[in-house]
């Protein structure tokens, strides 16, 4: 990824300390800078998440885990690494809507027309302007949200997806890594030479929504994927912690 040259107006004392770091983080003044803007980023965690339902699937997330419906627990595990504004995603969404309202807990509903992931996704195109996360809903991780945003920004990629190993890949969309970027995809083949699945969960910057063409019903899978293989801007966050899918129950 190229650099571009732009021009800074900082305080002196600011200054002071960053040049005081010459030569113990980088070489000049401009590298100093640039490490502490991406240190700096690396800890501002995403404001906004997206929960994407997909049609027929809404009563899944009805579901119990731990005591809590899938919805519940999505909405937790996001609010806990400070994640302020929840998009849920789907077509009938009633249900989900008045069981969150009488527990008190605010989520964003925006109807999905069947529109598959990519579609609806591109609803909150101009919504959304910052690296924000993406959940299918019918789907269960212990994955470190935090760790895997901070791998993210160092990997500078517009998406990075979080990978697991299955011996039923005919399920699931296989990838295939080669160091941290993913260089292949192939959903639910019958014979693979590789057993990394997605778990359903993404890190995505906003440039994501100039891939997605208008008013089509094409999923994260077709429309995606394929483009950021092609210009290696797909990062793979393999993790080996607890995962289900209830969607494949």
Do not use: C
């Not at 010459?22 to 991406?38: D, F, H, K, P, T």
């Not at 009488?102 to 690296?131: C, M, P, Q, W, Y």
Request: aromatic residues 8%; glycine residues 8%.
């Amino acid at each position: 990824m190229g650099k571009e040259r732009i021009s800074l107006t900082l305080d002196e004392n600011i200054l002071k300390r960053v040049d005081r770091q010459i030569g113990e983080l980088a070489n000049n003044r401009s590298n100093v800078i640039e490490l502490l803007l991406q240190k700096g980023l690396i800890n501002q965690m995403p404001k906004s998440a997206v929960i994407l339902v997909g049609g027929g699937k809404e009563n899944k997330l009805m579901e119990l885990f731990e005591d809590q419906t899938l919805i519940e627990y999505h909405i937790e595990a996001l609010s806990k690494v400070g994640v302020k504004d929840i998009f849920v995603l789907g077509s009938d969404t009633d249900k989900m809507k008045t069981h969150l309202s009488g527990k008190g807990i605010h989520a964003r509903f925006i109807k999905d027309e069947n529109e598959g992931s990519a579609g609806a996704l591109k609803k909150l195109s101009g919504i959304v302007n910052n690296t924000f996360f993406v959940i299918y809903g019918d789907v269960i991780t212990s994955a470190d949200l935090v760790d895997m945003y901070q791998f993210h920004m160092k990997e500078a990629s517009l998406m990075t997806i979080g990978l697991t190993t299955s011996d039923k890949i005919s399920k699931f969309g296989v990838l295939e890594v080669k160091g941290t970027k993913v260089v292949s995809f192939s959903e639910k083949p019958k014979r693979s030479k590789s057993f990394l699945v997605s778990v359903g969960v993404f890190v995505i910057e906003p440039e994501i929504f100039e891939i997605i063409p208008e008013n089509k019903k094409i999923s994260i899978e077709e429309a995606v994927i394929p483009s950021l293989i092609q210009t290696s801007q797909l990062s793979g966050y393999a993790f080996g912690g607890f995962w289900k899918d209830y969607g494949e129950e």
